[in-house]
């Protein structure tokens, strides 16, 4: 399995982004897929996720209203738009199947399913 997320960059606050994840070796439409995001001294955060069929998806509060959820299936590519972003957005950005709920997204554990992440940096 592959998975290489990219988009990431350094951005001032109220800018914009949109991060890619492109997968092989799995797959993709039997999954939920989401983004989770790790910033140094905080734990890991579920951002959002989004079911196999796009019947469901999820964010958190935090980005609500300014983040945006997609995937291509015929392409296996899962998008983030990020838009109005805060500098409490900088964080290291990772894709990952898992389970996706209207209020909850729970990323594998399985770091064979992750790729290297993508670095989102937001000035004030």
């Known amino acids: 399995v592959q998975v290489v997320e990219s988009g990431g960059g350094s951005v001032q606050a109220g800018g914009s982004l949109r991060l890619s994840c492109t997968t092989s070796?799995?797959?993709?439409?039997?999954?939920?897929m989401g983004w989770f995001r790790q910033a140094p001294g905080k734990e890991r955060e579920g951002v959002s996720c989004i079911t196999w069929n796009s019947g469901v998806t999820y964010y958190t509060d935090s980005v609500k209203g300014r983040f945006t959820i997609t995937r291509d299936n015929a392409k296996s590519t899962l998008y983030l738009q990020m838009n109005s972003l805060k500098p409490e957005d900088t964080a290291k950005y990772f894709c990952?199947?898992?389970?996706?709920?209207?209020?909850?997204?729970?990323?594998?554990?399985?770091?064979?399913?992750w790729g290297q992440g993508t670095q989102v940096t937001v000035s004030s």
């Open positions: 070796g799995l797959s993709f439409d039997d999954f939920a």
């Open positions: 990952a199947p898992g389970r996706c709920y209207y209020n909850l997204y729970d990323p594998t554990d399985d770091v064979g399913f």
